[in-house]
């Protein structure tokens, strides 16, 4: 049953606008000169912990609908984008706060600041969790695995650009370039590290999918071979045989990551490109 409450066509605008604004600030700030203080960079950390902060709010308030004694949630393929970057920056903010990577912390920003654009104007349609016990934790779980496959390719992306820098070729004084001068270094940290995190990751998306899907055989009567569920499955089977050949046959470097890329994207169709053909091709709603 869909849930009729009178709702706006779009959301609370103060939360998103002030994540975008904090998130602009965040990628327009110039950061540390090379060799500067830390305090230099108080303000762009500051600047995304206001607009990660709003963004969290901005997510409740769109996605968690009450009715009486009813509960519902709002989703959209906006709002899967905002969830995805609000994890993925969270997880860039825990781990590579020491490593600075200025370029990395402005692209991030600026897609957070986008998805949140896209949250508010894109909410979604409510649906109800009445007589769906499970529904709430699978609708958790798939946002979870969109995360943490979010968070797997921005590793896989300095993990590149690790390779890239201890690769590149001496300069003129016979110097590597800067943060690649140590065996095995790259962007401040082991490239191995790098690596074996992307995997981390991998396996941690893999996991929650792989949930996803069983609850979601487990409580949708009948099970409905749409366009969500074909791609969901070709996603799990693309990541499956990534993991199968990385204990296996030991892939690694290019090789992964373009599994790791086929496997995201088919899982971006799943939901989000369904859910945009939906409310912006289509202009109607489905079940999520």
């Known amino acids: 049953m869909i849930l009729s409450p009178a709702l706006p066509s779009q959301p609370a605008l103060w939360p998103s606008l002030l994540a975008i604004l904090a998130y602009f600030f965040a990628a327009a700030w110039p950061g540390r000169p090379q060799g500067g203080l830390v305090r230099h960079e108080h303000p762009i950390w500051a600047a ?11 997510i409740v308030l769109d996605t968690v609908i009450t009715q009486g004694d009813t509960m519902g949630a709002r989703f959209g393929f906006g709002t899967a984008l905002s969830i995805t970057s609000w994890l993925v920056v969270a997880v860039y903010a825990f781990e590579s706060r020491r490593l600075g990577l200025p370029g ?5 920003a600026v897609l957070a600041a986008l998805t949140v ?3 508010w104007l894109f909410p979604g349609q409510v649906q109800s969790v009445h007589g769906a016990t499970w529904a709430p934790l699978h609708w958790l779980l798939g946002f979870a695995s969109y995360g ?4 797997a390719l921005l590793h896989a992306v300095l993990w590149r650009h690790a390779e890239r820098q201890l690769r590149a070729p001496p300069s003129a004084s ?5 943060r690649a001068r140590h065996g095995g270094q790259a962007l401040g940290m082991p490239l191995l590290r790098l690596e ?3 995997l981390q990751f991998v396996w941690a998306g893999f996991v929650m999918l792989s949930l996803t899907l069983l609850l979601g055989l487990w409580f949708t009567t009948p099970w409905r071979w749409d366009h969500k569920s074909v791609f969901s499955v070709l996603s799990w089977v693309v990541f499956a045989t ?5 204990v296996r046959f030991g892939w690694r470097g290019r090789l992964a990551i373009r599994w790791l890329v086929a496997g995201s994207a088919l899982l971006l169709l799943a939901y989000v490109g369904s859910r945009f053909v939906l409310e912006v091709i289509l202009h109607r709603g489905s079940a999520t």
């Open 196 to 198: 074996a995190l992307t």
């Open 117 to 119: 654009a896209l949250g």
């Open 174 to 178: 016979g110097t590597l370039p800067l």
């Open 148 to 151: 943490l496959f979010g968070a």
């Open 104 to 108: 990395v912390r402005r692209v991030l």
């Open 242 to 246: 990534l993991l199968v050949g990385r």
């Open 48 to 58: 995304l912990l206001v607009g990660w902060l709003a963004q969290a709010v901005a």
